[in-house]
Nanobody, 117 residues
Framework: QVQLVESGGGLVQPGGSLRLSCEAS????????MRWYRQAPGKERELVAV????????SYVDSMKGRATISRDNAKNTVYLQMNSLKPEDTAVYLC??????????WGQGTQVTVSS
């Protein structure tokens, strides 16, 4: 059974940091591109960061460049998103996605990140 379980969200003050984790099971993690998305209330789902299956290629949405780092540990079947200098506009549910083909496209349930003083 495919599972993606996110953790690490919470309430943080502006300027703070959080490290999100997404642990995968039920598929060959090392063969999948991993992505972090976010969705704020009333807004479209937004792609935040992507990392290739081997970890050598990473990309970020412009608003997170310089503030976020995506990484993965294929031995632990886990992808991470380190976020620094958080802003209130980063408040959203953050979702983990594993993609290989259109029929191998999996989602986690998400973890809430709230940036507020």
């Amino acid at each position: 059974q495919v599972q993606l379980v996110e953790s690490g969200g919470g309430l943080v003050q502006p300027g703070g940091s959080l490290r999100l984790s997404c642990e995968a099971s039920g598929f060959t993690f090392s063969s999948y591109t991993m992505r972090w998305y976010r969705q704020a209330p009333g807004k479209e789902r937004e792609l935040v960061a992507v990392i290739s299956s081997g970890g050598g290629i990473r990309s970020y949405v412009d608003s997170m460049k310089g503030r976020a780092t995506i990484s993965r540990d294929n031995a632990k079947n886990t992808v991470y998103l380190q976020m620094n200098s958080l802003k209130p506009e980063d408040t959203a549910v953050y979702l983990c996605n594993a993609y290989r083909t259109w029929s191998n496209d999996y989602w986690g349930q998400g973890t809430q990140v709230t940036v507020s003083s």
